[in-house]
């Protein structure tokens, strides 16, 4: 199959109504959202949507998230709105919130992997908008990348993952967010953070109330029990190369990753070093990634950067440890499954 991609820049009309076409034939089609790229089918069609787990190598109970574009779409697939969840609509729709709401089975159950609740989101960005307005679908998507690999964040990271593979790409530029949406389950007692993302834990907590946070966030999930999002128990978000955090304070962080680096040095290994922009002068003449400046810098250079350094054909990444507030929850969520939870705590080290 040729993979054709469309610049949303120069070909804007162009590329959605081929985009929109294709999805209504039952076709896949890469496109932008504010998070990360999705690659996404009719909601509708089970044969199209398998046709994502199949490109993606995904397994099949772990289910997909559907995206709509309009209340109607909502109301024709959940069983039922609770007040806590109009309350976040309404304070974070469209955007990169997906809340898990009890099905009415209206979707076919390959779209949930056999649970009896569905995810939906409504993205703020304009391109996957115009998509599911001008295909007039619910279109499910996945993050665009190969099961396991870090997201999809430009188009190029798609291409390389999904060439040959689907007809379109849509190339909107970088992800705003540049990681995945927050999920919150609110089909049971109390709401439960299943993913951190660009909406923080704070800000669903400003609006109703206490949250609980699923422990899977930021711990090894045993494949023998029962998880709230299947999600969680794959191998998630990993480069090539092998990533560790290194926790403590910033000085002797710097001290203690010199000193790990000029050893893969010695031993012929091609370490990199990931920091946010303040510790760069820490790490002079060595190989570096600069994050930025912020945590919303940092969110949205993250996953680019462990493609980046795959691409250069780095096989070591060292990581200086973030906090978790805000958007550093959602940070820390995904370079711990990229680094398959190596933490090194230099406070512990004998
Ligand atoms: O930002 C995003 O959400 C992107 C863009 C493309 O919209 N999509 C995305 O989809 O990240 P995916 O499939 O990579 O992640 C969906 C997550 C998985 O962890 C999955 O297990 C969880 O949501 N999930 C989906 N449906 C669920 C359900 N009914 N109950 C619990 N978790 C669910
Ligand atoms: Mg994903």
């Not at 109970?61 to 309404?90: C, F, G, R, T």
């Not at 209206?106 to 569905?118: E, K, M, Q, R, W």
């Not at 966030?217 to 480069?239: A, Q």
């Not at 040095?265 to 920091?275: L, T």
Request: overall charge negative; aromatic content about 8%; glycine content about 8%.
């Amino acid at each position: 199959m040729e993979t054709e991609i469309y610049d949303l820049k120069s070909k804007y009309d162009e590329g959605l109504d081929a985009a929109a076409a294709e999805i209504i034939k039952g076709n896949l089609v890469i496109f932008p959202t504010e998070t990360v790229y999705g690659i996404g089918s009719d909601a509708a069609d089970a044969k199209a949507v398998k046709k994502i787990y199949e490109a993606k190598g995904r397994p099949s109970n772990n289910p997909l998230i559907a995206h709509i574009w309009d209340y109607s779409q909502l109301e024709a697939i959940v069983s039922e709105i609770p007040e806590k969840a109009k309350a976040l609509m309404e304070a974070y729709w469209p955007g990169p919130l997906t809340i898990v709401f009890k099905s009415n089975g209206a979707l076919p159950d390959i779209v949930s992997g056999g649970l009896d609740t569905i995810a939906v989101r409504m993205p703020s960005s304009p391109y996957a908008r115009e998509l599911l307005k001008r295909s007039g679908k619910i279109i499910v998507a996945p993050s665009a990348n190969l099961s396991g690999k870090p997201s999809g964040t430009t188009a190029l990271d798609c291409y390389e993952d999904f060439n040959g593979r689907v007809g379109i790409i849509l190339d909107g530029g970088e992800c705003e967010v540049g990681l995945e949406s927050t999920v919150i389950s609110l089909t049971g007692d109390k709401p439960v953070l299943l993913r951190p993302g660009g909406i923080t834990l704070e800000m669903l907590e400003a609006v109703i109330g206490e949250v609980n946070v699923s422990k899977a966030i930021l711990n090894p999930v045993n494949p023998d029990t029962k998880v709230e999002s299947p999600g969680m128990l794959y191998k998630h978000y990993s480069p090539n190369a092998d990533v560790l955090i290194v926790k403590g304070d910033a000085v002797n962080i710097a001290k203690k990753i010199k000193a790990m680096y000029d050893n893969d040095v010695c031993s012929g290994s091609r370490p990199i070093i990931f920091c946010p922009h303040e510790s760069t002068s820490r790490y002079e003449d060595m190989n570096i990634y600069d994050l930025g400046n912020d945590y919303s810098d940092i969110a949205r250079n993250i996953f680019s950067a462990l493609r980046e350094s795959d691409r250069k054909g780095f096989n070591k990444i060292y990581f200086e440890n973030l906090t978790t507030d805000g958007i550093g929850l959602a940070i820390n969520n995904r370079i711990i499954r990229a680094a398959g939870f190596h933490v090194l705590d230099i406070n512990k080290e004998d």
